[in-house]
């Protein structure tokens, strides 16, 4: 089976700029969730969608970055315009339903804001 | 609301050694509690769950680790370190509150000394 796939592995973009992550969970899988992890800390919910339903986006700093599963399927995270304080690794994870206490964690994207 | 909390943000064990993790958890219902390893540039790995059944709970590469609702606590333990356990340790706790969301501890790495 294959596990979450991300892409890119790495960014690195100025101030200002704008940056999108994507995401493709487990097959079947229909939560999808991306979390935040800033260095030293540990990962933090942005926003969880269930199908391509948002169920919990409470976390995101919606003045900058936004989200979408159009399809249900995949997943796309954007930030834009991106601050230094962005620069974390941004992990997809996926669960068979909301009610799936089980997630699995994609390898993340490694965001450097300079 | 749920809560995690790791005491000790960097542990060292000589090869060999006991590992223990600590992880103490706040929830106002019962909760589901995990240990996730995160390798270098890689993502989180579910290491081991609590899900209400056996209080002790055994996971992958020798580790294990025990509810104890009294305390609080859910430590992750292995009686003989190896080398490649070197990573960071994350907690988290899960609760029913409608979805599943995971709220994360801040980690714990471990060292492994020669």
């Known amino acids: 089976e294959a596990g979450v796939a991300q892409s890119p592995r790495y960014k690195i973009i100025e101030k200002r700029q704008s940056v999108a992550f994507w995401c493709n969970p487990i097959?079947?899988?229909?939560?999808l969730y991306w979390y935040q992890q800033i260095l030293g800390q540990g990962p933090k919910l942005l926003i969880q969608?269930?199908?391509?339903?948002?169920?919990?986006d409470s976390q995101l700093p919606k003045d900058r970055f936004s989200a979408e599963r159009l399809k249900g399927v995949d997943s796309t995270l954007k930030i834009q315009p991106a601050k230094l304080e962005d620069s974390a690794v941004y992990l997809c994870?996926?669960?068979?339903?909301?009610?799936?206490?089980?997630?699995?964690f994609g390898p993340g994207t490694r965001l450097t804001v300079t | 609301a749920q809560s995690v909390t790791q005491l000790g943000s960097h542990v060292s064990v000589s090869e060999g050694a006991l590992v223990l993790l600590r992880c103490n958890y706040s929830?106002?219902?019962?909760?589901?509690l995990f240990w996730y390893v995160q390798y270098p540039n890689q993502g989180l790995q579910l290491l081991l769950k609590?899900?209400?059944?056996?209080?002790l709970v055994k996971g992958i590469n020798g580790f294990e680790a025990e509810f104890k609702k009294s305390e609080t606590s859910f430590h992750l333990t292995k009686p003989s370190a190896h080398m490649s356990d070197a990573a960071e340790y994350f907690c988290?706790?899960?609760?029913?509150?409608?979805?599943?969301?995971?709220?994360f501890g801040t980690g714990t790495r471990l060292k492994v000394l020669a």
């Open positions: 994870a996926s669960s068979s339903g909301p009610l799936s206490y089980e997630q699995y």
């Open positions: 097959s079947g899988h229909a939560t």
């Open positions: 969608f269930q199908n391509n339903g948002v169920v919990d």
């Open positions: 929830s106002s219902v019962p909760p589901y």
């Open positions: 609590y899900t209400s059944a056996a209080t």
């Open positions: 988290a706790v899960s609760a029913d509150s409608g979805t599943y969301k995971y709220i």
